[in-house]
């Protein structure tokens, strides 16, 4: 008899992920979870790329495979907190690297209706890798080895990332971002996250990568800045209360659930701090530089332009005339009824000079109901008899109805001016 094979327990697992059964597949999760612990605590142990790669390919099948909004969330938020079982920092980035190669990879071959679970998916791994940064304490080193990968991976115009990913990522950073260190992170260590986008943006020859870069960082950092500069006075504010306070022991109010979703909604809370001059120094340092293509530096300048504004305490909406201003954030409701009462009283002042103004031509719609209104007359003697039969067309009748009314207006026409004459002629033979 022949021996089978065995096969290794990262294919395995891969098989299993991929299965058709959704129990099959979340017992593969929760034992692959359990193979990450045991194999990363070995000292010889470790997971090399080749093993990660099937590990990634398993799980992407096993998304695929998922229905149900809800139980994909689920799926996702497992699957992405993977990360957390890994006990190295390598083993953490090399099965992020691997992530990302896979979504590279596998991205062109997404249909539109599985399209949505898979920025998700995306959504959720950022964000929990942005939460083993935060676990260490946002220490510089492993930001920039997190900044190296994905620059390397996704923004890199080397890198082998189609363009959805790359927008897709650029547009959901700063707010992955901000919902984990919005309250720990400073300026400087903001401008440090943003810095590869900075130099993407000044040498990339991709106009779609060099708009939503300005689009997705910059022009959102803008957007941002009334929530960003709000936050911080509220900061001031309880340090302020804390230092008159200090002899008393104050237990602060736990925020609710409605307050925080609000915040959430509004965008404060999750706003970064951002140092507006050195982040347009920066950019303007990138955009100088030689070897930056013209329109990207055109572009640049311009965001630069409103950074600097931002740096002076000018906000964007400062340059709006008032009235228009107030027009953009009137509702459209209220502008509904101020045209009904422009038109109202138009009216009035028509009616009380009793002069009317032209009368606007009858509608198709209008002309219609007239004709289907109107009745067949009795022929005068002497007309020509209707022609029977139901061949007639409406249009024909209608035509032919038209031409017999303009035959009759002209015999009344002629019978006024041949009257007067008339009366001539008697008078004159009465005379004689």
Same mark, same amino acid.
Not at 16 to 44: C, F, H, P, S
């Given at each position: ?38 194999? $990363?605590?070995? %000292? ?43 006990? $190295? ?105 943003? %810095? ?40 001031? %504010? ?12 104050? =237990?602060?109010?736990?925020? $609710? ?34 070897? $930056?293509? +013209? ?32 027009? /953009?954030?009137?509702? /459209?409701?209220? /502008? ?7 038109? +109202? ?13 032209? =009368? ?34 409406? =249009? ?33 033979? +009465?005379?004689?």
């Amino acid at each position: 008899m022949v021996s089978r094979v065995q096969l290794p327990p990262e294919i395995q697992l891969a098989q299993r992920l991929a299965g058709n059964e959704k129990v099959t597949r979340d017992r593969a999760v929760k034992k692959l979870r359990k193979y990450i612990v045991a194999r $990363t605590q070995r %000292d010889a142990g470790g997971f090399t790329r080749d093993a990660l790669l099937k590990v990634w390919k398993g799980l992407f099948y096993c998304v695929w495979m998922q229905d149900k909004p809800l139980l994909q969330e689920e799926l996702g938020r497992t699957i992405s907190q993977l990360i957390h079982a890994f006990q $190295t920092t390598e083993a953490q980035y090399l099965f992020l690297q691997t992530f990302w190669q896979t979504m590279n990879r596998e991205w062109t071959g997404i249909d539109r209706l599985r399209l949505d679970k898979y920025y998700m998916l995306m959504r959720m791994v950022l964000n929990e890798s942005l939460k083993a940064l935060q676990m260490r304490c946002w220490e510089e080193s492993h930001c920039e080895q997190l900044l190296r990968l994905l620059t390397a991976e996704i923004l890199h115009p080397d890198s082998q990332a189609p363009h959805g990913v790359k927008s897709h990522f650029t547009e959901i950073f700063l707010e992955e971002l901000g919902k984990v260190g919005a309250k720990e992170l400073t300026a400087d260590q903001n401008l440090r996250f943003i %810095d590869p986008f900075c130099r993407i943006a000044a040498r990339t020859k991709d106009p779609r990568d060099l708009h939503d870069i300005a689009r997705g960082i910059f022009e959102t950092i803008v957007e941002q800045a009334p929530f960003a500069i709000e936050d911080l006075m509220n900061e001031l %504010d309880e340090q302020e209360e804390e230092e008159e306070e200090e002899g008393s022991v104050r =237990r602060p109010e736990p925020e $609710t659930g409605e307050e925080a979703a609000e915040n959430d909604e509004d965008g404060t809370g999750t706003a970064l701090q951002f140092d507006y001059e050195a982040v347009a120094n920066r950019l303007f340092e990138m955009a100088s530089q030689q070897s $930056t293509p +013209s329109q990207n530096r055109k572009r640049l300048y311009k965001v630069v332009r409103k950074l600097q504004d931002l740096a002076a305490g000018v906000f964007p909406e400062d340059d709006i005339p008032e009235k228009v201003y107030a027009y /953009r954030h009137e509702g /459209r409701l209220e /502008r509904k009824m101020k045209k009904r009462l422009l038109k +109202s009283q138009l009216q009035n002042k028509k009616g009380k000079g009793g002069t009317e103004g032209p =009368r606007p031509a009858p509608s198709s719609r209008t002309v219609r109901r007239k004709k289907k209104g109107r009745t067949d007359r009795v022929q005068p003697e002497g007309a020509a008899p209707q022609e029977q039969g139901r061949a007639h067309s409406r =249009r024909g009748a209608c035509s032919s109805r038209w031409g017999k009314s303009r035959v009759r207006a002209k015999e009344a026409v002629e019978a006024t001016f041949q009257e007067p004459k008339k009366i001539k002629k008697r008078i004159q033979e +009465s005379k004689q």
